[in-house]
Each structure stands twice: as C-alpha cells, then as structure tokens.
C-alpha cells in the first residue's frame, strides 16, 4: 500500500532494451509506470544486470551482455545469429526463468522484439503463473531485421511475437493499424491501443501558449531530430530543401541532430546547417531538445518497409508533440505518421520527392505570421483526445491489478 491509497502488485518488466535509456520503447513505459513505486518494479532485458541508480526507474536483471564484436549488424550476421541460437540464447532463458522464480512478481510485462522476442518465447513454453501482459511497439519482420538476420529468422521472430501475444492475459498496441493485424493473425484484441503521450501539466501548458504565443521573433529556427537517422534519403532530401530556401528565409535554420552517432562523412551532411549535439540523457536532453521551434519526424518515402510503416510509429513523434513542439513530417502516405499527421493537420507533412515543392512549402511556414500558435491549437487536440498519458496509465493500472484501498 502506499500514500495514494493504492495497492500496487510487484511488477517484473521484461524488454529488449535497458531500464535506463533514452532509446526503443523506454520513455513511454517509463512514462506509464509514473506513480508506481520504484520498490515494486523489477526490470529484465538482454544485459547485464544493474543496481539502481540515478536514471534508472528500478533495479535491472540480466544475463550478461552479448559482445559488441558478436552482435549482428553488417558483417557476419549469420554466424553471430548462430552464436546468439547456440550459446546465448539458452543461458537468457535460464536467467529470465529464475528471475521469475526468486522475485516472484505478481505481473510479468513482456515488450517483445529482435532477438528478445525468441527468449521470451521459449521462457513461456513453461507456463508462468504470474498475470502475463504483453506491449508490441513494432512488428519482428521489419526491414531492419531482415537484414541483421535475414528473411527466415525475421518470420520466425514474427511467428513467436504473435505466439506471445495470444498467450497473454492482456495487451497493448501504439496504432490500431497494428492492432487490426494482430487480431487478424491471432484471433486476439488489443486491450489498448497507447501511443507516447502527454502529461496533463504538458497539455494545460500547450492550451496556454496557444493562447498567449511567444511574441518575439526568433533569431535562429531551431529544428530537432532526436536519434538514429535510419531514412537517410529521407533526411537528405529535407536537408537540400533547407538549402535551396536559406538565402529567402527571414532568419537562419539549424537542425540540430540529437544522436549518438555522428553523421559529418555523409554526402548530406551539411554542416552550415546542421549542429550535431551527441547523445544526451535525461534532463539535459530534455532541456535542450525543448529550445527547438520545430521537431522533424521522417521515415522511407517508397513504402520500402511496410511492416513498419504501416504499424508502428516513431516514439519521437509524439513526443515531440508533448514537449510542445510542433511537427515537420516527411513519410510514405500509407504510413501510420503520415495518416496522424495529415488526419490533424499537424505543421508539414508531405510524401513528395521534389526538394523545391517541400523548399516553398517550409518557406511558407517558417515566414508566416501566427503558424506557430495556430500549431498549438491542434496539437493540444490531437494529445488530449489520442496520446492523453494520464489517461493511458490509468488504463494500464486497470489492466495491471492496481487497487484502491477500499478494494
């Protein structure tokens, strides 16, 4: 029991990512799991376990990180996906089944995907006694996948995730486009459909600023792009548009590129343009990632990976949405971003491919008058009524067996 008046069940988190990063699917079950208490979350991922500490929202569980060297990404991919199947996969088995076995949770939350998904599958061939709730953010059999681990195995994950799915006692989606598919392949709802949302203090702050808009000028438009550029055509293509419109726009552009990675010997690297900023955690991204004017959310303009633009869509965006910052979309129209953002009328949002169409089109926007209160207005709309995270973790809780006292 706690001060809330609350009963909280213990809660073993099992995903494909770390407990503590700003990456994958984190934010947004770091954001759901707000209020409950840090003493009655376990977290379990393909690592090495983690006492707590500052950034992290519990104490983490692992068994032992795969070496970089054996990782699948560009080379050898097929003998480091036997080395995971033979050597690494059983010993993570082990481990997850004895986490569950000595902490003895009353709820075990699975985010399935990559090379997390098969462990996951084989932990379940023993039936779990715990409550099983299960959160698909994307599809196993995306092209990223493909080609770490090639066709075969990306159908197989594919196979296990939905295996997953129905084996659970309730689940969750971020789109309905992902939902109506799971159902179609397992015969199983999604309980929820939860996208990363808005806080109500976020959302009151949104409504406030719609209504009393920023009055000076800016001297610089500062565009953020937070995390990997995996459409490279995509961002190259936004950037040459910026270029073609810098010597007509009322004040200078610069996107700022929030990445680990460093992008400097790429052709489209432009660096009158573009600020690299590195990876920053918390508080400090946080806070600088806010000075942005515009957010930029991209994905593959061709419908080249349909099993993922068609169902899941960037955590970024919407919370991009939630810091307050309107939206520039670049993305195929069959895309679950492209159809949310056009939907809402939300900033730019485009499919074209030809850089002076999108160049006058963002001249128009940077240069006109009022765009940015008229911008928060709708967003305020679309966060309330869609990506609302009060009322999402209060539907989750539902879900999850948190009672009130009186219960």
């Given at each position: 029991?706690?001060?809330?008046?609350?009963?909280?069940?213990?809660?073993?988190?099992?995903?494909?990512?770390?407990?503590?990063?700003?990456?994958?699917?984190?934010?947004?079950?770091?954001?759901?799991?707000?209020?409950?208490?840090?003493?009655?979350?376990?977290?379990?991922?393909?690592?090495?376990?983690?006492?707590?500490?500052?950034?992290?929202?519990?104490?983490?569980?692992?068994?032992?990180?795969?070496?970089?060297?054996?990782?699948?990404?560009?080379?050898?991919?097929?003998?480091?996906?036997?080395?995971?199947?033979?050597?690494?996969?059983?010993?993570?088995?082990?481990?997850?089944?004895?986490?569950?076995?000595?902490?003895?949770?009353?709820?075990?939350?699975?985010?399935?995907?990559?090379?997390?998904?098969?462990?996951?599958?084989?932990?379940?061939?023993?039936?779990?006694?715990?409550?099983?709730?299960?959160?698909?953010?994307?599809?196993?059999?995306?092209?990223?996948?493909?080609?770490?681990?090639?066709?075969?195995?990306?159908?197989?994950?594919?196979?296990?995730?939905?295996?997953?799915?129905?084996?659970?006692?309730?689940?969750?989606?971020?789109?309905?486009?992902?939902?109506?598919?799971?159902?179609?392949?397992?015969?199983?709802?999604?309980?929820?459909?939860?996208?990363?949302?808005?806080?109500?203090?976020?959302?009151?702050a949104l409504r406030e600023k719609s209504a009393n808009p920023p009055s000076e000028t800016p001297s610089v438009i500062r565009i953020g792009y937070a995390g990997t550029v995996i459409a490279e055509e995509t961002f190259a293509l936004f950037i040459r548009a910026l270029r073609s419109i810098g010597d007509r726009l009322q004040c200078p552009v610069e996107v700022h590129l929030f990445s680990p990675f460093s992008y400097k010997n790429k052709s489209w690297f432009d660096a009158s343009l573009i600020r690299e900023r590195g990876f920053l955690s918390g508080d400090e991204f946080t806070r600088e990632y806010a000075r942005s004017h515009w957010g930029l959310s991209i994905m593959h303009l061709e419908d080249s990976d349909p099993r993922y633009n068609g169902y899941s869509i960037p955590c970024k965006s919407t919370r991009t949405l939630a810091d307050g910052i309107p939206l520039i979309c670049l993305a195929n129209k069959n895309s679950t971003l492209y159809k949310m953002a056009s939907t809402h009328s939300l900033g730019f949002v485009s499919d074209s491919r030809d850089e002076k169409f999108i160049g006058s089109e963002l001249l128009k926007l940077f240069n006109e008058e009022g765009s940015l209160s008229k911008e928060y207005v709708k967003m305020a709309v679309l966060l309330e009524t869609e990506c609302n995270a009060a009322r999402n973790r209060a539907a989750l809780f539902d879900l999850l067996g948190v009672q009130n006292q009186s219960e």
């Open positions: 029991m706690t001060s809330t008046g609350k009963k909280y069940p213990k809660l073993l988190v099992a995903a494909s990512f770390r407990g503590n990063t700003g990456a994958g699917g984190y934010p947004m079950i770091e954001q759901l799991l707000r209020g409950w208490p840090r003493d009655r979350i376990i977290w379990w991922y393909p690592g090495k376990a983690e006492k707590l500490k500052e950034g992290m929202c519990c104490e983490s569980f692992g068994p032992g990180e795969i070496p970089k060297w054996m990782t699948p990404h560009r080379r050898f991919n097929e003998i480091k996906c036997r080395f995971f199947e033979l050597f690494y996969l059983p010993r993570a088995v082990r481990n997850l089944r004895k986490v569950i076995r000595t902490e003895k949770p009353d709820v075990v939350w699975m985010a399935p995907y990559g090379f997390a998904t098969p462990i996951f599958r084989k932990v379940l061939n023993k039936q779990i006694k715990q409550k099983l709730h299960v959160s698909i953010h994307d599809m196993a059999d995306t092209d990223g996948l493909v080609k770490k681990c090639g066709r075969e195995r990306a159908d197989s994950f594919q196979s296990q995730l939905e295996e997953i799915y129905a084996m659970s006692d309730s689940r969750d989606c971020v789109t309905a486009e992902m939902s109506q598919d799971l159902e179609r392949c397992t015969g199983k709802k999604a309980d929820l459909i939860i996208k990363y949302g808005a806080e109500p203090e976020q959302i009151r």
